[in-house]
């Protein structure tokens, strides 16, 4: 989220042996029962702003309410370590500036008054994103791995009511203040989204074009996820907001919203701010995405950007796009691309 952020280097997939060898000998863990490699958690699914349509919650310092209670949903933990922690194959939450979420039954229930609780929806939305992105079919045989890989979380370790993937340490840093970027699901999709684009492309993000598109696939990748996992929203909320949560901080409008990926703004409108300019790339895929179906739409987006420079521009990753729709899906795929683009005059 962060206007000029670090960025990650591509990374090997690892195995839960090696997480479990590589955490048991840390001294937090020291005297405690192992835990299983399943469990269950409370979360807010995607954020409570989206399921319950509540656009009157407020954040009152982390407080919890009864007006959360229709929020949070008790939701299934996959893939753990069996160390106790948070810790699994698709993700790791590291250090934090509190207590360690840990459990020998692994059972993760918290509400939002407790750091825990952000602790658990950073390793279920980042499980839950890898996982449906290898439900497209990459890193299973048909397509390549895309960050597959265990991927490190540190909570409330960033004193800015922001948050950032940093490539160098292999880390996704969710910040605080106002409401915490951990409590809200499209924040930690959207910082995967740069993870996966690192992934991807090592460097990438060397010009304001690429910056503003791994912007806009963020959000993008916030808003497809959350509506595979966690379904549409309530009545009356747009499904194309991101971060609806989160931005009842810092957004005076209502409904508030950090960024919509379903804006009518084209290339002519760029300001040469990447959040802002990044909605013009975002809204060509939302509209390839209701042109194709979700499926279909996010294999050819994610595939794409194997095919992107590090400094791309609008135009030829646009290029890449359609021409990896016509490889994958044919002509008629590729037209609903094209179109995408050229409606926001990217070609």
């Known amino acids: 989220m962060l206007p000029s952020r670090p960025r990650r280097a591509l990374v090997a997939a690892v195995s839960l042996a090696a ?6 000998a840390q001294p ?5 029962p192992a835990g299983p490699t399943s469990g269950s958690g409370t979360v807010f699914s995607i954020n409570p702003v989206q399921s319950t349509g509540n656009q009157d919650l407020v954040d009152n310092k982390d407080a919890d309410s009864a007006a959360f209670a229709p929020a949070y949903e008790l939701v299934g933990l996959t893939d753990l370590a069996g160390t106790g922690y948070l810790e699994g194959r698709w993700a790791n939450v590291r250090n934090t500036t509190g207590d360690q979420a840990y459990s020998a039954t ?3 229930h918290y509400n939002r008054s407790d750091d825990r609780f952000e602790q658990v929806m950073a390793y279920y939305w980042v499980t839950e994103a890898q996982k449906y992105i290898q439900r497209l079919g990459f890193g299973t045989g048909e397509l390549p791995a895309v960050n597959k890989e265990s991927q490190d979380v540190r909570i409330n370790q960033w004193g800015q009511d922001n948050s950032y993937s940093w490539d160098k340490h292999d880390v ?3 910040g605080k203040g106002g409401v915490d970027d951990g409590e809200d699901g499209e924040v930690i999709v959207h910082e995967y989204g740069h993870a996966v684009h690192d992934s991807q492309v090592p460097g990438y ?7 503003a598109i791994g912007e806009a696939f963020g959000d993008y990748l916030a808003v497809t996820v959350g509506l595979e996992v966690a379904g549409p929203p309530a009545p009356g909320i747009n499904r194309a ?3 609806d949560w989160d931005s009842v901080s810092y957004d005076a409008t209502d409904p508030t919203c950090l960024r919509q990926i379903d804006l009518d703004i084209k290339l002519e409108n760029r300001r040469n701010q990447v959040h802002y ?12 995405r209701n042109g194709l179906g979700a499926t279909q739409a996010d294999r050819i987006i994610i595939n794409a950007q194997f095919d992107f420079d590090p400094g791309t521009s609008f135009a030829d990753a646009a290029e890449a796009t359609v ?3 016509q490889e994958m899906h044919g002509a008629g795929a590729a037209a609903v691309a094209r179109k995408a683009f050229e409606d926001r005059h990217i070609l």
């Open 277 to 288: 300019d990044g909605q013009i790339w975002s809204r060509a895929l939302w509209d390839i």
């Open 323 to 325: 021409a990896t729709a």
């Open 205 to 211: 993000g060397t010009s304001l074009d690429a910056g």
């Open 19 to 24: 997480i479990a060898a590589a955490t048991a």
């Open 106 to 108: 692994g059972s993760y």
């Open 28 to 32: 937090a863990a020291a005297g405690k």
């Open 172 to 174: 996704i840093r969710l």
């Open 241 to 243: 907001c991101v971060a």
